[in-house]
């Protein structure tokens, strides 16, 4: 069964908007992290979040991480038709051993 | 370096056959997971090795099974198989350092086809 369960499933919006997909997980972790996916391929790692962060950045991606809530959001800004891909986060609660969520569909509209 | 590889990248079985996956992690990589993606889901943890001992395992029946060998590499084995394994086969390597793993980074994934 999947750990998490990211939202909207499905997202699409024009080039240069800012693309917003939330996270929700069910047990205590020792970080989250989220990935990438085109077509059904290998993921990507985009970034990690350790439990006792809050706020991380890398390049035009920004995460949260609300703890209290067991919820992380992953801002995309100025998106490009190339950030169009799956996106997932995934949590480690047990060393190393990740749950995915369902994942968020973004689609960038040149 | 060469990032983490996986063989074959395609792979067609008749139910009942027997299959196995091969992974290779990056160097100076000790651990390797198994991930199983059904179309349309996210990925499903079904082992974690660490210095070829077996560390975790999810919910998945008997008929999986994998193996870490001593210079890292793995590999996954499932038998009898059955037309809903069709799904694509994903091996992610890390790190061990100080404060506990680094990021996993995925191989391109064997896309296995059950008929």
């Known amino acids: 069964s999947q750990q998490g369960e990211e939202d909207p499933q499905a997202l699409s919006i024009q080039e240069g908007e800012n693309a917003t997909m939330n996270c929700s997980y069910k047990?205590?972790?020792?970080?989250l992290q989220w990935y990438r996916q085109n077509s059904g391929r290998g993921l990507v790692h985009l970034i990690l979040?350790?439990?006792?962060?809050r706020e991380k950045h890398s390049g035009r991606l920004r995460v949260t991480l609300d703890t209290s809530k067991k919820s992380s959001s992953l801002l995309i800004t100025a998106s490009r038709a190339a950030d169009t891909a799956s996106y997932f986060c995934?949590?480690?609660?047990?060393?190393?051993?990740?749950?995915f969520g369902t994942g968020t569909s973004l689609t960038v509209i040149p | 370096d060469a990032g983490v590889t996986q063989s074959p990248t395609h792979l067609i079985k008749t139910r009942g056959q027997q299959v196995t996956l091969r992974c290779s992690p990056i160097?100076?990589?000790?651990?390797v997971s198994w991930y199983q993606q059904v179309l349309g889901q996210g990925p499903q943890f079904i082992f974690q090795?660490?210095?070829?001992?077996?560390?975790g395992r999810g919910n998945f029946p008997d008929r999986f099974s994998a193996r870490q060998f001593p210079n890292y590499s793995s590999e996954l084995n499932v038998n009898a198989l059955l037309l809903g394994d069709s799904a694509l086969y994903l091996c992610?390597?890390?790190?061990?350092?100080?404060?506990?793993?680094?990021?996993?980074?995925f191989g391109q994934g064997t896309r296995l086809t059950v008929v």
């Open positions: 160097s100076g990589h000790k651990s």
């Open positions: 090795y660490y210095e070829k001992e077996e560390r």
């Open positions: 995934a949590t480690d609660a047990a060393g190393n051993q990740f749950y």
């Open positions: 992610a390597s890390s790190l061990f350092r100080g404060r506990g793993f680094t990021e996993a980074f």
């Open positions: 979040i350790r439990s006792n962060e």
């Open positions: 047990t205590s972790i020792n970080n």
